[in-house]
């Protein structure tokens, strides 16, 4: 009995302490790498998912996943512009944290785009699919114009 109580408080303190680990507090660099790992995703699978819509590759059922890559990834578009996390050479601009209100106007139109976008693809319907997929790329541009920095290439 006395042995299955210490394994059971060796096991709490165990999740304890990972739970402080979780909680720490992020730092800006961190926080831009996080940013930038889902950002890059979501251009993954827009790119991948661009290339099935055309007709470059055959759509063997791959572009039901990026659809859902995408809607997985812009969902977190809330949450990974930490202020201060405009750090080194950034894309993010000042606006996203001047403009809260109209960044997460931008940003619920991007994620409104995927859900429709994997919507389409699940329907099937290759001219809805199309469809969904230009104006996902639009909502793509709306923050992209105002609140990135403007690309060089």
């Known amino acids: 009995m006395q042995l299955r109580t210490a394994g059971a408080l060796i096991g709490i303190v165990a999740t304890l302490g990972l739970s402080v680990q979780v909680a720490a507090e992020t730092s800006a660099e961190d926080a831009k790498k996080y940013r930038l790992s889902i950002m890059t995703s979501l251009k993954g699978h827009i790119s991948a998912a ?13 572009l039901v996943g990026h659809a ?3 809607v997985s990834s812009a969902a977190e578009l809330n ?10 050479d950034s894309e993010a601009l000042p606006a996203i944290w001047e403009q809260p209100d109209k960044f997460a106007a931008a940003v619920k ?20 699919i199309g ?7 639009k909502s793509c541009g709306g923050c992209h114009d105002d609140f990135r920095l403007e690309d060089d290439d």
């Open 50 to 62: 661009s290339m099935t819509v055309r007709g470059l590759v055959d759509n063997n059922g791959q």
């Open 68 to 70: 859902a890559g995408l």
């Open 109 to 128: 139109k991007n994620q409104d785009a995927t859900v429709a976008f994997q919507k389409a693809v699940a329907g099937g319907d290759s001219d809805a």
């Open 79 to 88: 949450s990974i512009f930490q202020e201060g996390s405009a750090v080194d």
């Open 131 to 137: 469809a969904a997929f230009r104006n996902m790329g």
